[in-house]
């Protein structure tokens, strides 16, 4: 089943069903039209802006055991690190200096006070360092009160990512050890969004045995749970973690591709207000992933700050991108990039996603 109208533009109601958008994930409607679709209800909505968040990937430490990435607990091979902080105001001074105002401090699940309040000391010195900058954590499942007390030191956004809105297929891809439970990252996620964070999740794409409905039910899920922002991107395979040995049949790249464009399309036109990242990983598995991103929806680049000393033991999956170049010439190619697909980076804006201004404005949340 499909739901094109015969029109020039899609006219997919902001609820689709899920049988709609499941037919449409398959590649049942034609694609062109309805990443068409996806980038004039942005243009509408947005305008050609493309907002950056500088990204610096503070620690690659986690408590988690994902099936899928590189960086799990048991991944003995991986080089861990945590960034000293006087390295890290560096890297966010260093963007801030090329025009960014909104960072995003990325790191492993570590619940151990150090960690966090280290992060909770940074916080409250950038709003000197980086004076008028946004800042995103994302920092996985942590106690309220820890979240409470990150806002109050300084931070604004949230992303933690459900993963997959599916309980059944959470447990698949996650060891049942009591560590990994989609009911407590479901409240993790619920609590963000009732507590004042700009809030933003988003999902895997391509896993085995996920099927288009499971797609189209995290597109619901995440229209369900109205939030602010969306960082979604295709799985990557990543050596050395178990997934290859416990699933058969991982879509091919360009499958895996072509679902995440529709997702991101779908995204835009079920949620037009919201920011929706071209992610790292959509940029990994095809050369043109930034470009073909932007034109499905996304209005959203993450130039990677982490100094590069650090980067290449970041490893989630294999052949993440931009491991060699510098800030600048990231931002200078970024502009390049963007300017080619008939879209302008906004610089010394922190980029506030239009869904979450309207909200305020409303004043339900706060
Ligand atoms: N491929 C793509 N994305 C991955 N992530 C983790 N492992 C992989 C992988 N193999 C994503 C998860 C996580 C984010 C930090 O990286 O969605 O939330
Ligand atoms: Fe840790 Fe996140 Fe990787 Fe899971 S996906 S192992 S929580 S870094």
New binding site residues.
Partial sequence: MNCLQDDEVLDLPETPSRACLAGLLDGGGPDQRLFDAAEARLRRDIGPRVYLRGLVEISNR?R???FY?G???DCASVDRYTIPPEEILEALEGGYRLGLRSFLLQS??MLGKDHIETVARLLRECSSVIPGSRMVLSL?ELPPETYDMLREAGGDRYLLRIETSSPLLYRRYHPDDGVHSHRERLKALEYLRSSGWQTGTGVLIGLPEQSTEDLADDLLFMKGMDIDMIGMGPYIESPGTPMPELFEGIPAPGVRTLRTLRMIALARLMMPGINIAATTALQTITPDGLERGLMAGANVVMPNLTPSRYRENYD?YSGKTEVRDNPETMIAALRRRCGETGRKIIMEDPGDPLHFLRRMEKGVDR
């Fill in positions: 986690c988690k055991n994902c990435c960086l799990r607990r492993g699940e996985g989630l």
